[in-house]
């Protein structure tokens, strides 16, 4: 009886599987510390700025205790110590690998350019137009641009989303939008 290793291979040799044959495409994404770098100061960057907005909201009333500024006060401190501390792990620590994540593709950064372009327009229609109808634009065509395609789906989630956060921000926590 020959063994089933030992038999001959359709492929050319007896010691070669089908599956060792075909070699996959690797689309993993190089370790890079300049990139790593980059969006660690990037998010120091706009974590500070974010502290200097939040820092600046006018005032109706006397300050003391929880005011307007309070909230975002202190998520830009949280984010600016937590990007300080990425800071210092990209300069100082180890390059992390990135094998579970893929490589830029051309179409990706097309996506996020229209996501950055529609997110600057959304802050100035929000600004000029009020909350409800440029929000609703915005998660359509946001959700549209990163694939979703279903015409139910995209008007239910725009719908019950735009609704949630302004009955949350209106009624409940009696902040107009």
């Known amino acids: 009886m020959v063994e089933p290793g030992k038999l001959a291979s359709p492929f050319g040799s007896a010691d070669v599987l089908p599956e060792q044959t075909v070699a996959e495409p690797d689309y993993a994404a190089r ?9 660690a100061a990037s998010a120091l960057a706009l ?8 820092r600046a909201i006018p005032l109706r009333m006397g300050g003391g205790g929880i005011d307007p ?14 990007s300080a501390l990425l800071v210092a792990m990209s300069l100082f620590g180890q390059t992390p690998a990135r094998g579970e ?6 179409d990706g950064w097309t996506r996020m350019l229209l996501a950055l372009a529609l997110s600057a327009l959304y802050v100035f229609a929000w ?51």
């Not at 370790?31 to 770098?37: A, F, G, K, N, T």
């Not at 500024?69 to 937590?82: D, H, Q």
């Open 69 to 82: 500024r309070w909230w975002p006060t202190l998520l830009s401190v949280l984010a600016s110590a937590l």
């Open 101 to 106: 994540m893929e490589a830029a593709e051309p």
């Open 127 to 177: 600004s000029h137009l009020g909350y409800v109808g440029p929000t609703l634009v915005f998660n359509l065509v946001l959700l549209r641009i990163f694939g979703l395609r279903s015409w139910k789906a995209l008007g239910v989630y725009s719908v019950v989303t735009t609704a949630f956060i302004y009955g949350l921000f209106h009624y409940l926590l009696r902040v107009p939008l």
């Open 47 to 54: 974590s500070v700025t974010a502290l200097l907005v939040s």
């Open 31 to 39: 370790p890079s510390r300049r990139l790593e770098i980059a969006i």
